[in-house]
C-alpha cells in the first residue's frame, strides 16, 4: 500500500518569538527548527501502517531548502522517500494543500497521514483541505487509528471525551498527541537516511485568499502581586479573586 | 440584494452550544455594524433549544433534521452547510473553532473554493471588510489577516467572544427542512465521554498542577481544590509525558490553548509552552515555591510557598464562601 506523510518544519516550541523587520513574520535569527511535533505522530503512524500491511512510505513537505533536513529526519525514523516541493515564498495554507494533493494524486497514495496542526501558524487545516481536493474524507485530531480491509476507524478528541469516526479508505488522517509513542531516529537511520533519495519538485500555479497583514506581540501583562508564602495569604486571595477579580 | 452572513450553529446531543451563541452574538453585532442580514442553520436530529438562538440575534433559522445527523458525520455536513451557505448567497460564514468546527469548516471553505481564517480571536470592522486577528506560535503572536475570496469564512474560538443576550427577545423564526439522502461515508459512530469530567477547553475555571505536584496520587489536593470551584483539572506538558495525566488535560503549545475566567498554576514554573497556552486567561493565580518562576511574570495574585501547605487551606476557605 501507498502511504503519503506530510510533515513541516517549524520554530521549536521553545522558542522566545520575536517579530521581525517585516512585521509580518517572526525573526527566525537565532530560532531552531524541528519537525513538527504532531507530524512525529503522523510519520509513527505511517511506518506502523507500513509494518503491518506492507508498502512504502513518502514523505511530502512544501517550503524553502530548509525544509530538507526536516524530510531527513522522517527518512531516519524509517520512512523510504523523500519529496520536497519547492517554494521560495510563504504559502497558505489552501496553497499548501492544493499542491499536497496534486502531488498525493499523481503518485497513487492511497492513505495520508499528516499532523492536526503546525505549530508556528497553527490553522489546523491543511489535512482537511488536501482531502478535500482529492475527493477524500479527513477524520482529523485522531487519538486513534484501526484500518481492517479498507475500514477506517479513528478516535478524534472532543470536549470532554472522544468520538469514534468511521470511513473507508482512501482517506487523509491528522494526528494528535496521544495516537502513539514516535520511534527515535537510531543511528543506522540516520545514516540510511543520508542515502535515501529526495526528489524535487516546483510549485506551480499556487494562489493564496488570505493576506497576512501585520504580526504583532499579545499585549504585555502588568506584573501581579505576591501575596505571601505561606497559608496565611490564602485569605487575602480568596478575597481579591471574589471582591476584585469577581471570578469566584 | 441584502448582504448575508450565516452562522452555522452546532448542537451535541440535542443541544445548541454556548459556543455557538457566542458566534451568533457576534454576528449580531457584524450585522448591525455592516448593515447585514443572518441566517443561521443547524443540523441534527430533535434539538431542545433552538428558541433560545433568538436570545442571541434577530436572525431567521433553518433546522436540517435528519434522525441519523444527531451524531456528527463530515461528509454529510459539508453537503448541507455548503448547500445552505451557497444559497443563501452569503458573503460571510462564522462557526465556532470547536472539535467540530475544525474539523468541518476547513472542508467546507475548500469545496465552496472560498477563504477562511481559523481561530480567531477579534473581528473587526474595516469598512466593508472584516480583518481577523488570531493567535499564531500558540499566542506567543498575533496575526492579523483579510480574505480576498468573494465568500469569507471564519472560525471563532470559543470562550473568547461574549454569548451576549439582546435587551428583548427576537421574532422566532423557524424553518426545518427534512433533509434526504444523506452521505454517511464519513460518519461518528459513538462517542465515549470521560464521565463527569469537566473539559478544560470549556471551562470557565481551570486548576492545573505541574511537576511540583511531585507524584500522581497528589493530585488528589487539585482535584479537591477543582471540585468546589466547578473547575476543570489541567496539566502541564511534564506531567502529561510522565504518563500522571491524560493527555486530554495539557494545557500549552502542543497541548490546549486556554482562555478561562480564572487560571489556577499549582507547582507549574511557567515553561514558555505553557505560558503560550494560558496567558490569555483573564485571571491568573501561581501557587509555587520559586519566586522566581516565570509562572509568576504572567499571574495576577501569586503564593510563592509549598503547594502541600497551602492548597488544603485554599480549598477549605473556597468551600466556606461557597457556603
Same mark, same amino acid.
Given at each position: 500500500m501507498k502511504i503519503a506523510v506530510c510533515v513541516s518544519h517549524v520554530p521549536d516550541t521553545a522558542t522566545k518569538v520575536k517579530i521581525g523587520a517585516d512585521a509580518?513574520?517572526?525573526?527566525?535569527?537565532g530560532v531552531s527548527f524541528v519537525l513538527n511535533p504532531y507530524d512525529e505522530f503522523a510519520v509513527e503512524e505511517a511506518l506502523k501502517t507500513k509494518e503491518k500491511f506492507g508498502g512504502d512510505v513518502v514523505v511530502y513537505s512544501v517550503g524553502g531548502d530548509q525544509v530538507k533536513e526536516t524530510i531527513r529526519k522522517a527518512l531516519a525514523m524509517g520512512v523510504d522517500e523523500g519529496v520536497h516541493i519547492k517554494s521560495d515564498v510563504p504559502l497558505d495554507s489552501f496553497a499548501v494543500a492544493k499542491v499536497l494533493a496534486q502531488e498525493i494524486k499523481a503518485a497513487g497514495s492511497e492513505i495520508v497521514f499528516m499532523g492536526?496542526?503546525?505549530?508556528?501558524?497553527?490553522?489546523?487545516m491543511v489535512g482537511q483541505l488536501t482531502a478535500e481536493y482529492l475527493g477524500w474524507n479527513c477524520v482529523s485530531v485522531c487519538v486513534s487509528f484501526q484500518l481492517e480491509g479498507s475500514t477506517v476507524t479513528a478516535g478524534r478528541e472532543i470536549e470532554g471525551g472522544k468520538e469514534l469516526v468511521e470511513t473507508s479508505l482512501p482517506c487523509v488522517i491528522t494526528a494528535q498527541k496521544g495516537l502513539n509513542e514516535p520511534r527515535y531516529a537510531s543511528l543506522k537511520g540516520i545514516m540510511a537516511a543520508k542515502k535515501k533519495v529526495i526528489q524535487e519538485k516546483a510549485v506551480t500555479g499556487a494562489l493564496t485568499t488570505?493576506?497576512?497583514?501585520l504580526m504583532k506581540m499579545p499585549p504585555a501583562k502588568n506584573p501581579g502581586r505576591?501575596?505571601?508564602?505561606?497559608?496565611?495569604?490564602v485569605p487575602e486571595l480568596v478575597k481579591l479573586l471574589h471582591e476584585e477579580a469577581k471570578v469566584i | 440584494m441584502e448582504k448575508k452572513i450565516v452562522v452555522l450553529l452546532e448542537q451535541r446531543e440535542g443541544k445548541i452550544k454556548k459556543a455557538s451563541f457566542e458566534a451568533l452574538s457576534k454576528a449580531s453585532e457584524l450585522a448591525s455594524t455592516m448593515g447585514l442580514t443572518v441566517d443561521a442553520a443547524v443540523i441534527g436530529?430533535?434539538?431542545?433549544?433552538?428558541?433560545?438562538?433568538f436570545h442571541y440575534c434577530a436572525c431567521s433559522l433553518v433546522h436540517f433534521s @435528519?434522525?441519523?445527523?444527531n451524531l456528527y458525520s463530515t461528509s454529510a455536513y459539508k453537503k448541507i452547510a455548503a448547500d445552505f451557505i451557497s444559497q443563501s448567497q452569503a458573503e460571510f460564514v462564522l462557526i465556532s473553532n470547536t472539535a467540530l468546527g475544525k474539523d468541518l469548516a476547513p472542508v467546507l471553505a475548500a469545496k465552496l473554493n472560498t477563504g477562511l481564517v481559523s481561530d480567531c480571536t477579534s473581528l473587526s470592522v474595516n469598512g466593508n471588510e472584516i480583518v481577523a486577528t488570531r493567535p499564531v506560535y500558540a499566542g506567543k503572536a498575533l496575526q492579523e489577516v483579510k480574505l480576498h475570496s468573494d465568500l469569507k469564512m471564519f472560525s471563532l474560538r470559543p470562550n473568547v467572544f461574549k454569548a451576549e443576550l439582546l435587551s428583548s427577545k427576537a421574532e422566532e423564526k423557524i424553518t426545518v427542512t427534512q433533509v434526504e439522502n444523506?452521505?454517511?461515508?464519513?460518519?461518528?459512530?459513538e462517542i465515549q465521554r470521560s464521565e463527569g469530567k469537566l473539559d478544560v477547553a470549556e471551562a470557565d475555571i481551570i486548576v492545573s498542577g505541574g511537576r511540583?505536584?511531585?507524584?500522581?496520587? @497528589?493530585?488528589n489536593l487539585i482535584e479537591a481544590l477543582a471540585q468546589p470551584l466547578g473547575a476543570a483539572v489541567g496539566a502541564s506538558r511534564a506531567v502529561v509525558d510522565a504518563g500522571?495525566?491524560? @493527555?486530554?488535560?495539557q494545557v500549552g503549545q502542543t497541548g490546549k490553548t486556554v482562555s478561562p475566567s480564572l487560571y489556577i498554576a499549582c507547582?507549574?514554573?511557567?515553561?514558555i509552552q505553557h505560558l503560550a497556552g494560558?496567558?490569555?486567561?483573564k485571571y491568573i493565580v501561581a501557587i509555587n515555591?520559586?519566586?522566581?518562576?516565570?509562572i509568576f511574570t504572567v499571574a495576577d495574585y501569586g503564593i510563592a510557598g509549598d503547594l502541600f501547605e497551602i492548597l488544603p487551606v485554599l480549598t477549605e476557605e473556597v468551600k466556606k464562601l461557597k457556603g
Open positions: 509580518k513574520s517572526i525573526d527566525p535569527s492536526k496542526q503546525s505549530v508556528d501558524y497553527d490553522n489546523g488570505a493576506e497576512n497583514l505576591i501575596l505571601g508564602t505561606d497559608s496565611s495569604a | 436530529g430533535s434539538i431542545e433549544n433552538l428558541a433560545d438562538v @435528519h434522525a441519523e445527523l444523506v452521505d454517511l461515508s464519513c460518519r461518528v459512530k511540583g505536584v511531585k507524584a500522581p496520587e @497528589h493530585f500522571w495525566r491524560p @493527555h486530554e488535560d507547582g507549574i514554573s511557567g515553561a494560558m496567558s490569555s486567561s515555591k520559586d519566586k522566581e518562576a516565570p
